[in-house]
Every structure is written in C-alpha cells, then in structure tokens.
C-alpha cells in the first residue's frame, strides 16, 4: 500500500472521518478578559462578533499576529481552531490546535482536533511520523484531568465523545508504523465497546473493518473465527456498493477456517445483533490444510483449480499431494493476476536525439544498481535525463561522448528495463506483503509496461496481462508473523500491453519426476 495499506478498502474507510464539531461547545465566553487597551479591545471585539467561520478565522490570525502577548491570545487560538473546522480547512484548524497546545497543554478540544487531523493525515499517506504523532497526542488526551471550573457530567460527556477516536489514532498507529497488530485489536476493541448498537452501525464500521482486518493478519495474533464474525458485521450494515468488495474477504477466511461456506448466511445473521459475539460463539474449524488438500485432489481435476488454489497446494500440501500438483503445473503457461510487489529495472534505454538527426540513438545501459521504476525521470527534458544516466548508469564511449555535446541535444528519453517482477497473488500474500511468484521475463519490460508497485496485473478485458511458464517452487514455512507459504518462480515471462493480442499458449508434456 502507497497510501494507508493495511485498509484494503479505502471508499469504505473514509466514513466516519468526519470530526464532530458540535462536540465541543463554541467557547464564546469573554469573562475573566481583562483587556486594558482601548485598540487592542476594538479589535477583539470586531474578531469576537464575526458570525463567518472563514472571516473569524481570519481576523483572529490578523489579531494574534498585531498582539501575539495579549491576555486573548489562549481565547482567540480556540475560536480560530474552531472557525477553522467549521469552515472546513483542516490545516488552518490544525495549526491553531497546535498553538494553542504550547499555551494551554491539556487542552481536551485541541488534542481531539489535532488527533482527528493527524489520524486522517496517517490515513492517506501512512507517514510514520504523522501516525506517531496521532497516537502520542491520543495517548496523552486518555489521560487528560478534569479543569476544575469543568462540571463532572460536562466532562463526563466530552471524554466519551473524544475516546473512541483517540483509541482508533492508536490503534492505526500501531498498524502502520508498529506492525503491532495485538496492540491495534486492544485499542479498536476498547473503542468499538464504547460505542452503543446504533453508533457501531455508523462511525463505528469502519474500525470494524479495520479489526477484522488486525485479526486476519497472518502470525500469533491471528484469529479467524473472530475475524470472520466482524467481516460479516461489516457486510452487515456497509453500503450496497462496499458490499462486493467486503464479501470475498469474508468467504476467503472464512474457507479458510472453516473449509467450506455452509453456515455463513447464519453467521451474517448473528452478525447483526452485535459488534461482538457472544460468549461461547464458536466457528468448527475445517481439517488440517493437508488432509482438506488431499481430499480435494482426490475429488477435483487439479488442473480446473483457480491459480491461488493451487499455490495453496503447493503451500500447505503434504509433499506427495504438493509434487503431484507440480507434475500437472510445471512447464504449462500461465496468467498471473496479483498485486505488483517489486519491478526493479537493472538497466534502461536510452535515447537521444540530436540536431540534424530526425531519428534517435538508442542505447541499452546497465544500472550500477536495480531502481524502482518511480525513480526514471518523467518526460524528454535533457538536464534532468542526463543527470540521471550519470547517477546511476555505466554508459559507453559513444554515449558518453554524445552526452557532452550538449549544445546538440534536442531530447533524451530514459525507461527502465525490469528482468523479473515479484507478485503477490494470493490473500495472505498481499496482507504480509510477500511474494509468492516471482516471474523471470524472456526479455527485460519496459517500465511503462508495468503497473506501479502496489497496483494490480488482472484478468480484465482490455488490461495490461502477465504472463510465464512454471519453472520451479519451493514450500516456505511459516514464521512468527507470516503463514506457511510457497514461493513459486515463473520462467519464459511476458508483459502483454492491454489490448494486445494474447499469445497462443505452450503446451509442454509434464516432466517426468520420480515417484515418492
């Protein structure tokens, strides 16, 4: 994920993002101001009486800037943070919470602002910095002290509405720049508990996701009958158009446990009825991976498999019903849909165009080092191009004597040449961000070819396909944050542009490997 990666469901995870505004009062009490400037109380006064967020926004900013000691200042920084919300400029509210924390630090309305800011921030960027942040400020707003001019029920009321989203900025921060998937399903459970059955179907769905989600992930906090029940929660009450994205998951851990699908219409019903089962709740879990495989083989043509059925073969397997797989798979071709892990060019071409020469020399340049495609200059502008190639590149003779002759240069172009891309297909593969094929290509692709790393080769009419020949697998066990895998090389790979016309499958005879 370039964005928040571990939401594979980014439309559905922007609902309830939305601060609260009415939250918090409007703090428009001018008691205890002591203002002895007539100017100075002129222009609090004209800030003060602006009914428009944007122009209150604006004129307090203009009367911290002309008073920034006044008496105010701890007043105007809150109607700023405030004006700005309501006029809906996140940075500008942002930046008065912040501000107004170095005068007044337990200040529970900018913290909650601040936090829901930055959690959102660490949402679409999944900077660890800003994720950090989130959760150090919600850490210190759960352990915020009442004023003492605050009343018990006020305060009451305002610490509900700020903890669930203090809790949740934790929880994503233990996510993305922790990996900590047990602490994320504490804070996401203590959060969604203290929502009531309505609130959960709301603002509360998302980090119902979220959980599911933390509970899917592969390694010790793994737990897939809880997962399952909070995926069909989600279904549940998630708009129509999220439901389709939402129920593969679902049936996919839910095979993945229980074998089959009987039984999971009962369980989107028991769903509804609350964010978590009941005490004693159980899914049976399906037989071992090994004894579920063997059975399959002996009742299905292994060669009908979908392409991640049969990685599951060669991952879980017992090594006879693992190598009699490979006898069908190996030297046949095959799609590979999935998602791009890694395509690291370890050379580019190279053209240049010249005065007087309406064609360009090309050259193909070895890297002194493999680069991610996102690294080539975009675009013919020569300076840049140049100072790539000499970065990076070892060119010849004739290229670098061509290279000097800047006063020629017209354009040069630069593309990437990726020999092998490394792909994630199956689900567990995406979640822990492994590759389970890795896809030699006959000849280097270009970079233009290639989706960018995290974006997806599919089956789409029309779409950009990979292909290549089975060449070896090997079985990869499982680790503390990972599951048992396969990691299977693919020979003889193709790029097919979209569009293009596929090419006739190789059909070779299965190789001859001794029997076990």
Same mark, same amino acid.
């Given at each position: 994920?370039?964005?928040?990666?571990?939401?594979?469901?980014?439309?559905?995870?922007?609902?309830?993002?939305?601060?609260?505004?009415?939250?918090?009062?409007?703090?428009?009490?001018?008691?205890? #101001?002591?203002?002895?400037?007539?100017?100075?109380?002129?222009?609090?006064?004209?800030?003060?009486?602006?009914?428009?967020?944007?122009?209150?926004?604006?004129?307090?900013?203009?009367?911290?800037?002309?008073?920034?000691?006044?008496?105010?200042?701890?007043?105007?920084?809150?109607?700023?943070?405030?004006?700005?919300?309501?006029?809906?400029?996140?940075?500008?509210?942002?930046?008065?919470?912040?501000?107004?924390?170095?005068?007044?630090?337990?200040?529970?309305?900018?913290?909650?602002?601040?936090?829901?800011?930055?959690?959102?921030?660490?949402?679409?960027?999944?900077?660890?910095?800003?994720?950090?942040?989130?959760?150090?400020?919600?850490?210190?707003?759960?352990?915020?002290?009442?004023?003492?001019?605050?009343?018990?029920?006020?305060?009451?009321?305002?610490?509900?509405?700020?903890?669930?989203?203090?809790?949740?900025?934790?929880?994503?921060?233990?996510?993305?720049?922790?990996?900590?998937?047990?602490?994320?399903?504490?804070?996401?459970?203590?959060?969604?508990?203290?929502?009531?059955?309505?609130?959960?179907?709301?603002?509360?769905?998302?980090?119902?996701?979220?959980?599911?989600?933390?509970?899917?992930?592969?390694?010790?906090?793994?737990?897939?009958?809880?997962?399952?029940?909070?995926?069909?929660?989600?279904?549940?009450?998630?708009?129509?158009?999220?439901?389709?994205?939402?129920?593969?998951?679902?049936?996919?851990?839910?095979?993945?446990?229980?074998?089959? #699908?009987?039984?999971?219409?009962?369980?989107?019903?028991?769903?509804?009825?609350?964010?978590?089962?009941?005490?004693?709740?159980?899914?049976?879990?399906?037989?071992?991976?090994?004894?579920?495989?063997?059975?399959?083989?002996?009742?299905?043509?292994?060669?009908?498999?979908?392409?991640?059925?049969?990685?599951?073969?060669?991952?879980?397997?017992?090594?006879?019903?693992?190598?009699?797989?490979?006898?069908?798979?190996?030297?046949?071709?095959?799609?590979?849909?999935?998602?791009?892990?890694?395509?690291?060019?370890?050379?580019?071409?190279?053209?240049?165009?010249?005065?007087?020469?309406?064609?360009?020399?090309?050259?193909?340049?070895?890297?002194?080092?493999?680069?991610?495609?996102?690294?080539?200059?975009?675009?013919?502008?020569?300076?840049?191009?140049?100072?790539?190639?000499?970065?990076?590149?070892?060119?010849?003779?004739?290229?670098?004597?061509?290279?000097?002759?800047?006063?020629?240069?017209?354009?040069?172009?630069?593309?990437?040449?990726?020999?092998?891309?490394?792909?994630?297909?199956?689900?567990?593969?995406?979640?822990?961000?492994?590759?389970?094929?890795?896809?030699?290509?006959?000849?280097?692709?270009?970079?233009?070819?290639?989706?960018?790393?995290?974006?997806?080769?599919?089956?789409?009419?029309?779409?950009?396909?990979?292909?290549?020949?089975?060449?070896?697998?090997?079985?990869?066990?499982?680790?503390?944050?990972?599951?048992?895998?396969?990691?299977?090389?693919?020979?003889?790979?193709?790029?097919?542009?979209?569009?293009?016309?596929?090419?006739?499958?190789?059909?070779?005879?299965?190789?001859?490997?001794?029997?076990?």
């Amino acid at each position: 994920m370039k964005k928040y990666v571990f939401a594979s469901v980014m439309a559905l995870a922007s609902i309830g993002l939305a601060l609260t505004p009415t939250m918090f009062a409007q703090a428009q009490d001018q008691k205890g #101001l002591s203002i002895q400037d007539p100017a100075e109380y002129n222009d609090y006064q004209m800030f003060f009486t602006q009914t428009n967020p944007k122009t209150k926004a604006e004129a307090g900013e203009a009367f911290l800037k002309k008073y920034p000691q006044s008496v105010a200042k701890q007043t105007v920084l809150q109607q700023v943070m405030e004006a700005d919300q309501a006029a809906g400029d996140q940075d500008g509210a942002l930046s008065a919470a912040t501000r107004l924390l170095q005068v007044d630090p337990n200040n529970l309305e900018a913290i909650y602002f601040s936090v829901a800011i930055k959690k959102a921030q660490c949402g679409k960027t999944s900077d660890a910095q800003t994720c950090d942040d989130a959760g150090t400020l919600a850490q210190k707003g759960l352990q915020v002290t009442k004023p003492a001019a605050t009343a018990q029920d006020e305060w009451d009321k305002l610490i509900a509405g700020a903890s669930p989203i203090f809790h949740s900025a934790i929880a994503l921060d233990d996510v993305v720049s922790k990996k900590d998937y047990k602490a994320a399903q504490d804070q996401y459970t203590d959060e969604l508990k203290m929502y009531n059955d309505e609130q959960s179907k709301s603002m509360g769905l998302t980090d119902t996701l979220l959980l599911a989600q933390a509970y899917s992930q592969p390694g010790s906090a793994q737990n897939l009958p809880l997962a399952c029940w909070l995926y069909a929660r989600v279904w549940d009450f998630a708009p129509q158009q999220y439901k389709t994205q939402i129920e593969p998951k679902l049936e996919y851990y839910y095979k993945k446990f229980h074998g089959k #699908l009987d039984g999971l219409d009962q369980l989107k019903q028991q769903a509804q009825g609350s964010v978590f089962p009941a005490s004693g709740w159980s899914l049976a879990p399906a037989p071992s991976p090994q004894d579920q495989i063997h059975t399959l083989l002996q009742s299905t043509d292994p060669k009908s498999l979908a392409l991640a059925d049969k990685e599951t073969v060669l991952a879980m397997g017992a090594k006879a019903d693992a190598d009699s797989m490979w006898t069908v798979l190996q030297g046949q071709q095959t799609q590979v849909p999935g998602t791009v892990l890694d395509a690291s060019a370890t050379s580019m071409k190279v053209a240049v165009t010249v005065v007087g020469h309406p064609r360009a020399d090309e050259f193909t340049v070895p890297l002194k080092s493999p680069q991610p495609c996102s690294a080539f200059p975009q675009g013919e502008e020569a300076a840049a191009a140049k100072e790539f190639i000499n970065a990076n590149g070892t060119p010849d003779g004739k290229l670098t004597s061509l290279l000097s002759e800047s006063s020629r240069i017209r354009r040069i172009s630069v593309d990437g040449l990726v020999p092998s891309v490394k792909m994630a297909v199956t689900q567990d593969a995406k979640a822990a961000k492994v590759a389970d094929f890795i896809v030699n290509l006959k000849e280097p692709a270009s970079c233009k070819q290639i989706p960018a790393v995290g974006s997806d080769f599919t089956t789409n009419p029309g779409a950009a396909e990979l292909v290549g020949t089975y060449s070896s697998y090997r079985q990869v066990p499982a680790t503390s944050t990972t599951s048992q895998a396969a990691e299977i090389v693919l020979s003889d790979g193709q790029v097919i542009p979209g569009e293009a016309k596929k090419p006739t499958p190789v059909h070779h005879a299965p190789a001859h490997r001794p029997a076990h």
